[in-house]
């Protein structure tokens, strides 16, 4: 696998619409096994699921479009979605601050 820390990953981030059926939910468990694997290994910085709007939302480090969607293909819901990428250029949270100096 690739070194994610590697300069030349770039951030993405991607929206996802997905519908629903009577095998959706069956493939959840499976889909939920990839994306903390992802997770565990940097891949993907953030996931964010709305049930009220079935869109999800995720940042992942890669090298390009192209391997943000190697990626996504792996997923048992991937058939279910319709996807945007974007590359990001600015990127800021609090996981990536410093932690606030506390005085005892």
Avoid at 32 to 47: A, C, P, V
Avoid at 72 to 90: A, C, G, R
């Amino acid at each position: 696998m690739e070194n994610i820390n590697d300069e030349k990953f770039s951030k993405y981030q991607v929206t996802i619409r997905f519908y629903m059926d009577e095998e959706f939910m069956t493939l959840v468990p499976a889909h939920r096994t990839f994306i903390n694997e992802l997770i565990d290994k940097s891949i993907i910085d953030y996931y964010a699921v709305s049930m009220e709007t079935q869109r999800s939302w995720m940042i992942i480090n890669a090298a390009d479009k192209n391997a943000v969607e190697a990626y996504l293909k792996q997923s048992t819901l991937y058939n279910y979605w319709t996807i945007e990428i974007d590359e990001l250029f600015v990127y800021d949270s609090q996981a990536y601050r410093l932690p606030a100096l506390q005085l005892n």
